[in-house]
Every structure is written in structure tokens, then in C-alpha cells.
């Protein structure tokens, strides 16, 4: 059943936005700051680099990650004209693993090894990746939650836009898996991975307005 008012679209674009920036903002907590250093003055480069220069790589890379989620599910939204009790509720599901993403993140800095908390935080980004996946295909069986000016081409354009993150957490498994440390490097860049074959594979079609 299509949902009417208080809960309507706006006031989930509203939530949506909070937890994305709640979690984007709670990110920074994760920026190492060695206990050791009670003075700024006995901060050796070389500790400096080992510690707190490789966390703030890490916090790049996941806010970049959020940041793309963020524009993946407005680009969803902007193409419904409501939504209804069960896209509700998975939504809700979807919002609980955005604001798990800076724990997962946390737990995997905890050891320098590749562990299970490596998986976790990978875990995590594939159940996000395949929450968005499933929203917008039940919206898309759902035609009386669409804008009535979505194209069938647009839709399956973005139904296969929105298979890039989950497919890019599987590889992320997949190296954790191989558990080389030739692979280090390769997991580290996989933040931008999804935003590369985005721009390279999924630009806007020719003659539709860019979101």
C-alpha cells in the first residue's frame, strides 16, 4: 500500500540525509591519534606516517564510498513519486547498515593482519550495495511508485548502474581471501574502483539531463 501523509517522501529523503551525514561525520573518530602522544612535540614523522597518515587515507576512501551510496540512492529517489510500507522498511534496513559502516571500518584497523574484521567491514558493503540493488528492482515492479516520466531504458540504465557496489565488495572479498600482501594495495584503492567504472561505463544516455 502507497504510503500518505506524515510519512512521506520528503520526510525519508530527510532521514536519509541525516544518517549520511551522521555517519560521514562520526567517520573522523576513527582518525588515529596514538595514546603515546601526550605532546604534539613528540610526534615523530615516522610515527606520524605509520598511524595517523594512513588512517585519514582510510577515512577518505570510506567517505567516498558513503558519498557515492548517498548519490545512488537520491538518483533512486528523484525517479519514485512515493513509496510504500515495504520499501519503507527495507529502506529502514538499509539506513542501519550505512550507520554500522564506521564501526565495520574501526574494526577492521584494529590489526595489520587480514582478519575476519576485514570481511566484516567488506561484508557490510556488499549488504548495502545489494540493499540498493533490491529497492530499485522492487520499485520498478511496482510502476505506481514511479515518476510517470521514467523511461524503461533509464530504469534498466540504473538497474545496472546499481550493480557496480556489490560487485566491487565480492572482489574486495575475493582479495581478502587471497591474503597476499601483494593484494594491500589493490584492496586500499578499491574506494574508487566504483566511481571509475561509473564515470568510464555509466555516464548519463545522450539527450537526458544529467541529476
Not at 76 to 92: A, N
Not at 96 to 121: G, H, K
Not at 167 to 192: K, P, T
Request: aromatic share 16%.
Amino acid at each position: 500500500m502507497v504510503i500518505s501523509e506524515p510519512i512521506n517522501k520528503v520526510n525519508l529523503e530527510r532521514i536519509t540525509n541525516g544518517i549520511f551525514a551522521f555517519t560521514m561525520t562520526l567517520l573522523a573518530r576513527d582518525i588515529v591519534t596514538p595514546e603515546q602522544y601526550t605532546k604534539a612535540a613528540l610526534i615523530s614523522f615516522e610515527q606520524f606516517s605509520l598511524n595517523t597518515i594512513s588512517s585519514i587515507i582510510d577515512f577518505v576512501g570510506v567517505f567516498i564510498l558513503l558519498a557515492m551510496f548517498w548519490m545512488l540512492f537520491f538518483q533512486m529517489f528523484h525517479r519514485m513519486k512515493t513509496f510504500d510500507y515495504h520499501f519503507l522498511h527495507v529502506h529502514m534496513l538499509a539506513l542501519m547498515a550505512i550507520v554500522i559502516i564506521p564501526f565495520s571500518t574501526a574494526f577492521s584497523n584494529l590489526s595489520q593482519e587480514r582478519t575476519f574484521a576485514d570481511y566484516f567491514f567488506q561484508i557490510n558493503y556488499l549488504v548495502l550495495g545489494l540493499i540498493l540493488v533490491y529497492l530499485w528492482y522492487y520499485a520498478r515492479s511496482k510502476p505506481a511508485l514511479l515518476d510517470p516520466a521514467l523511461t524503461n531504458a533509464e530504469a534498466t540504465f540504473l538497474s545496472h548502474k546499481y550493480l557496480v557496489p556489490p560487485a566491487v565488495a565480492l572482489v574486495g572479498i575475493l582479495l581478502i581471501m587471497i591474503n597476499s600482501e601483494h593484494v594491500d594495495f589493490m584492496i586500499d584503492i578499491l574506494y574508487l574502483v566504483p566511481f571509475i567504472i561509473i564515470a568510464i561505463f555509466f555516464k548519463r544516455p545522450s539527450g537526458e539531463p544529467a541529476v
